[in-house]
């Protein structure tokens, strides 16, 4: 009998063929830093929509413990301001030296609506698994907005839905009960699409769903929960969300724009 070689979920993190730049990243260091599903996946696939050049100021916005801000970093060569709410600066700050990219990352800890920053000092602004809390008001496109130059670009990935909750008439019970009234926020690519374009202050130059974006969100979940008793807890409920949407509903929003 040959030896087995032992299989895990984390094991399923490493695509190269689909996300080449991801894959050369540690899954435990990224599910170690875990605060949403496939960051660099989501990023990369964002990137693609994005004109990113070496030397160019990005402003990372809900950025989290770090990950995508040392994605950014390294496989984009620009200089990022990895702004978040909810992570103290000195703890993102550790993260971007452990990775050797203290040199190019910024951390501020800021919200999302009194960003400490000076008009149009940004050549892009990125937002991965966050936008969904802060960005959906009417008035919060044309606040950010000043932020970038003219030209600069926006880019977003949120989690998603196939027909708005409205349309709907409710939250389906297998969604509200993992997260509630959030999915109030998840909105379709139409909505985003209009909620930007109607402003006339930025034109969309994409705006997709990500490929088996479902799918994903269980290999992230099922990694997760490998990670020890709490985590398995924590994650067995959005598992079990996930495989019984099957994505009729739930998927991811990626949006690209330029500031005209």
Same mark, same amino acid.
């Given at each position: ?89 000195? @703890? ?123 799918? @994903? ?12 008793? @709490? ?30």
């Amino acid at each position: 009998m040959g030896l087995g070689v032992s299989v895990t979920a984390l094991d399923d993190l490493a695509r190269p063929g689909r996300y080449p730049r991801s894959s050369g990243y540690d899954p435990a260091w990224l599910v170690g830093l875990d605060m949403g599903p496939n960051p660099l996946w989501l990023l990369e696939d964002l990137a693609a929509n994005l004109d990113l050049r070496p030397g160019m100021r990005v402003l990372d916005l809900g950025s989290g413990k770090g990950a995508t801000s040392v994605f950014l970093a390294r496989e984009y060569g620009v200089e990022v301001v990895a702004a978040d709410w909810w992570i103290p600066a000195e @703890d993102a700050a550790a993260v971007f030296a452990q990775a050797g990219v203290a040199d190019r990352v910024t951390a501020v800890r800021a919200e999302a609506h009194v960003l400490p920053f000076e008009p149009e000092s940004f050549d892009a602004i990125v937002s991965i698994d966050a936008f969904e809390y802060f960005g959906t008001a009417d008035g919060y496109l044309p606040y950010l907005v000043r932020f970038l130059r003219p030209g600069g670009q926006l880019g977003m990935a949120t989690p998603g839905m196939t027909r708005e909750v409205r349309e709907l008439g409710a939250i389906p019970d297998h969604i509200k009960a993992v997260v509630g009234w959030e999915a109030i926020a998840w909105h379709t690519l139409q909505w985003w699409r209009f909620q930007w374009e109607v402003t006339e202050l930025v034109d969309v130059t994409s705006a997709r769903l990500q490929e088996d974006a479902w799918q @994903d969100w269980l290999l992230w979940a099922r990694a997760c929960a490998e990670q020890g008793p @709490d985590a398995a807890k924590a994650n067995q409920p959005v598992i079990d969300m996930l495989t019984q949407d099957g994505g009729e509903y739930l998927s991811f929003a990626l949006v690209t724009a330029r500031r005209r």
